[in-house]
């Protein structure tokens, strides 16, 4: 079981721009795949973005597909989550764990952390 932490939220106007960064400890999160997950007030929890641990391949859910990116570092141990023009509906908490497979939006390995609080007004 690996420990991620998720941080970087806020509350941000429409149109504009977060980065979230998710950090764990260990050899075990650099050579995973991760993902983050967002979940919006009463609705389920839904796949945002996915990276592979070397090659770096990038999987995207239809949310924000043309607005994030998913840059990671694993010499920091650090997998970002940059939103970009941001829509109110983007506001939810957002989540990251491992993943065995960036195409596989249920096959996230860790237990959710508390997440960071996205809140886009209008």
């Known amino acids: 079981q690996v420990q991620v932490v998720e941080s970087g939220g806020g509350l941000v106007q429409a149109g504009g721009s977060l980065r979230l960064p998710c950090t764990a400890s260990?050899?075990?999160?650099?050579?995973?795949?991760v993902g983050w997950f967002r979940q919006a007030p009463g609705k389920e929890r839904e796949f945002v973005a996915a990276i592979t641990a070397i090659k770096k391949n990038t999987f995207y859910g239809d949310s924000m597909r043309d607005r994030s990116t998913i840059p990671r570092d694993n010499d920091d141990n650090t997998v970002d989550l940059q939103l970009n023009r941001l829509k109110p509906e983007g506001t939810a908490v957002y989540y990251c764990?491992?993943?065995?497979?960036?195409?596989?939006?249920?096959?996230?390995?860790?237990?959710w952390g508390q997440g960071t609080q996205v809140t886009v007004s209008s």
């Open positions: 764990s491992r993943m065995a497979s960036i195409c596989n939006s249920g096959s996230y390995l860790d237990e």
């Open positions: 260990g050899r075990a999160f650099s050579s995973s795949s």
